[in-house]
C-alpha cells in the first residue's frame, strides 16, 4: 500500500527498525511527524508497545495498557461501497486493505510513536553485519484462528508461493526486486525463518510487515492457479472459511450495508493479567456511501469514530465540552491529493490512441502543465474546503515525511504566469476561449471518484481555475471501481483528482507509482508488455533515484535522491500536488486506552482498546 496506491499499498502504516543483538546497527532518522496538540502529545508518551512474555511454553505479546473490561462493540465507517475483497493479497482500494489488515497480521508492525520497528508474529529478528540476511524469529505457541499452529512453513509459503509467484497484486514482489533478482526464503526449524537478499537494501525490513497466509487454507487456492486466486476470500466468501491471525476474524458482510468482525479467541496477545485480547466483541465498519452521510450517522451516534473535515471541525470543537466524544489533532495526513495529466502517447492492441493525439500535445507540453499549476488556487482550497486546517502541498512526500524536500518553494496562484507560459507554447485566449496553436479549443474531462465530497469539491474548484485560463472542463465524478478501471486498465483519461496513502518514513513505497514501468506510474502507464517502452528522460531520472536510494542504507545518503526525486516532479508536473489535510478525529468518550498517533492513527491498538460503558 506500501505506499501510494488510491486503492492504497499497504494501509498507512510503516516499519522502522528494532532490536539487533550482533547485527548491523540500524539508521536512526530524525522524528517522523510532531503531534500539534497538547493533550495529544501527553497520550502518545504514555503509550508503551507490547512486550514478549512466556508463559506455559508459548511466546505471547503482552499489552502494557491499562487492563480494561471485556465486550463491546465499536462502530467505524467506510466511504464508497465496501471492501472488494478480504483477500490480503488481492488488495487494490483502501477499504480493502483496512478490512484485510484487521485479520492478516505481519511479521512486525509499526512502534506508531517513534517509527521504530516492533514484533508481531515474530517475536525478535536480526540482520547479518554485511546487511544481507534477515533472520526472523517466530513466537512459539501462537496460532491461527482455527487452533493450528503458525510456523514457518506459512512464512515461507506465503513468501515464495504467493508473492514471489506473481499471485494477486504483485506490488509488493515489484518492491523486492534487487538487481534484477528476488529475495531468497527459508525455513530453519518451525520457528525461524532467513531471508537473504544480493546487497543491502534499506527497504526490506519494512516490507516484512506483509501479511502472512496460513498456508493450510492458501495452498489448495494457489494450486488451482492465479486466475482462481483472484477470486479467492472475495466479499462473496463465507465467514466460516476464513482462518486469521489478527485481533479480529469476520463474522457478516452485508454489501452496501455492513461489515462486522468478531473477536479472535486464540489471538497471541495478552493483557498484564493474562487474559487474551482484544476486549472488544466485536469490530464493525458501516458502508455510508459518502462523506456527508457519514457525519448524518455520528451525530445519529450510529458511529463511535469519525474523522472530520476541515469545514466540520470548528462545529464539533464547540460541541465538544458538552459531548460524549472528544477530538483529537493527529497532524498533516501521512497522504496526498494531486491532479494528475495522463502524459501517454501510445496506442492500445486495436491501434487506437489511449488519449487523444491532440491532447497528448497539450498534456506533454510542459508550459501547459506548468499553466495547470499556477492555476490552482490552493490557499483557497484550504480557506473553504479544509476550513483553513490544512496547508499547500507541492511534492510527492507529505509534511510530516522525514524526507520531504524543503528547499522547494511554494508559490501562490499566478494567472498572468499561467497565461505567459501558455503563449509561449502557441496557444491563445479568444473570447475568454482558449485555442492551441492548431485552432482547436482546449476542452478535457476532469474526474474524481464520487462520494467523496471532498474531492469533489476540489474539482469544482479546479474546474472554475482552469476556466480562468479559458479552459473548458468537463468534471465527471465517477463511480471508483469504473475511475481505478480507467487509470490502470483501459488508461482512458484526461485529467484525475485522486490520493495517495504515505508512509512519513520510507518513500520507496512509491517505487510502483514513480518507476516508469511501475504498476501505478499512472501519468504514463504502460502494460507489462510495453515495459519502458517511449521513455521520458526525467522518467529515466526518476528510475535511478528510486533504484539508488533504496540501495543506500543510512538516512543521510538516501535524503539526496528523495530529495532528487521531489524535484524532478516539483519541476516537470505529472501529478500537480494540492493540500494536505490536518487530521481531526473524534471519538466516544465511552472508549478508553486510546493513544492518538500521527503514524498510526486514533485505533492503532484496536486489540487494547476497550468500552467503558458495556455491561460484561
Known amino acids: 500500500m506500501t505506499r501510494r496506491g488510491y486503492w492504497v499499498l499497504f494501509f498507512g502504516l510503516v516499519i522502522a527498525a528494532l532490536l539487533c543483538k550482533a547485527c548491523i546497527v540500524r539508521d536512526v532518522p530524525p522524528k517522523a511527524g510532531q503531534n500539534t496538540n497538547a493533550k495529544q502529545q501527553s497520550a502518545t508518551a504514555a503509550y508503551t508497545m507490547p512486550k514478549n512474555v512466556t508463559l506455559n511454553g508459548i511466546e505471547y505479546l503482552q499489552s502494557q495498557a491499562p487492563v480494561g473490561k471485556f465486550g463491546g462493540t465499536l462502530v467505524s465507517s467506510t466511504i464508497g461501497e465496501g471492501p472488494k475483497t478480504f483477500n490480503p493479497f488481492n488488495c487494490k482500494d483502501n477499504t480493502s486493505s483496512i478490512m484485510s489488515g484487521i485479520m492478516y497480521d505481519g511479521l512486525l508492525t509499526t512502534n506508531p ?69 528476488l529475495p531468497s526464503v527459508r525455513k530453519y526449524g518451525d520457528y525461524i525463518v532467513v531471508f537473504a537478499i544480493t546487497r543491502p537494501y534499506a527497504p526490506f525490513l519494512r516490507m516484512l510487515s506483509t501479511p502472512i497466509a496460513p498456508k493450510h487454507i492458501f495452498a489448495p487456492a494457489v494450486k488451482k492457479g492465479k486466475e482462481y486466486f483472484d477470486s479467492f476470500l472475495s466479499t462473496t466468501a463465507k465467514p466460516k472459511d476464513f482462518v486469521v491471525s489478527g485481533a479480529f476474524k469476520l463474522k457478516e458482510y452485508v454489501p452496501a450495508q455492513r461489515v462486522v468482525f468478531e473477536r479472535n479467541p486464540n489471538y497471541y496477545e495478552i493483557n498484564s493479567k493474562n487474559e487474551k485480547l482484544p476486549y472488544l466483541d466485536k469490530l464493525v465498519y458501516l458502508i455510508v456511501g459518502d462523506l456527508n452521510n457519514e457525519v448524518l450517522k455520528f451525530e445519529a451516534k450510529e458511529l463511535d469514530v469519525i474523522s472530520l473535515q476541515g469545514s466540520k471541525v470548528a ?37 487506437k490512441y489511449y488519449v487523444e493525439p491532440i491532447k497528448q500535445k497539450w498534456f506533454n507540453d510542459l508550459n501547459f502543465r506548468r499553466a495547470v499549476d499556477y492555476a490552482i488556487d490552493r490557499k483557497n482550497m484550504v480557506l473553504n474546503i479544509a476550513n483553513g486546517i490544512g496547508a499547500p502541498l507541492f511534492t510527492p512526500e507529505s509534511l510530516n515525511s522525514i524526507y520531504l524536500n524543503k528547499k522547494l518553494k511554494p508559490y501562490n496562484k499566478d494567472l498572468n504566469n499561467a497565461k505567459i507560459l501558455l503563449k509561449k507554447s502557441g496557444f491563445t485566449l479568444k473570447d475568454g476561449k482558449l485555442f492551441d496553436k492548431d485552432g482547436h479549443r482546449v476542452e478535457f474531462n476532469l474526474y474524481t471518484n464520487a462520494g467523496n465530497t471532498e474531492r469533489e469539491a476540489i474539482g469544482v474548484m479546479i474546474k472554475q481555475d482552469l476556466e480562468d485560463l479559458g479552459m473548458k472542463v468537463n468534471f465527471k465524478p465517477i463511480e471508483f471501481n469504473s475511475l481505478v478501471n480507467k487509470l490502470v486498465s483501459t488508461f482512458d483519461w484526461d485529467m484525475v483528482i485522486m490520493g495517495l496513502t504515505g508512509s512519513p518514513l520510507e518513500p520507496n513505497g512509491g517505487k510502483n507509482v514513480w518507476l516508469s514501468d511501475g504498476r501505478l506510474h499512472m501519468f504514463n502507464m504502460r502494460t507489462p508488455q510495453e515495459g519502458k517502452a517511449g521513455i521520458l528522460p526525467w522518467e529515466k531520472q526518476l528510475d535511478e533515484m528510486f533504484t539508488k536510494g533504496a540501495l543506500a542504507t543510512k538516512f543521510e545518503d538516501r535524503k539526496p535522491y528523495y530529495d532528487k526525486y521531489q524535484e524532478i516532479v516539483y519541476t516537470q508536473k505529472p501529478m500537480i500536488y494540492i493540500y494536505s489535510p490536518i487530521r481531526i478525529v473524534a471519538i466516544r468518550n465511552k472508549f478508553k486506552n486510546i493513544y492518538p498517533s500521527s503514524l498510526g492513527g486514533l485505533t492503532h491498538n484496536i486489540e487494547e482498546i476497550y468500552e467503558e460503558s458495556n455491561k460484561k
Open 113 to 181: 510513536t517513534t517509527g521504530d520497528v516492533a514484533p508481531k508474529l515474530a517475536k525478535a529478528y536480526s540482520i547479518s553485519p554485511d546487511g544481507k540476511v534477515y533472520t526472523i524469529y517466530l513466537r512459539k505457541g501462537a496460532k491461527w484462528s482455527d487452533g493450528k499452529p503458525i510456523t514457518a512453513d506459512d512464512v515461507v509459503f506465503t513468501w515464495n508461493n504467493i508473492i514471489f509467484a506473481g499471485y494477486g497484486d504483485t506490488s509488493t514482489r515489484d518492491s523486492l526486486v534487487i538487481d534484477g533478482k
Open 315 to 351: 462545529r464539533y470543537k464547540a460541541m465538544e465540552p458538552k459531548s460524549d466524544f472528544k477530538l483529537y489533532n493527529l497532524g498533516p495526513d501521512t497522504g496526498t491529493m494531486y491532479l494528475s495529466l495522463n502524459l501517454n502517447t501510445r496506442k492500445d492492441s486495436k491501434g
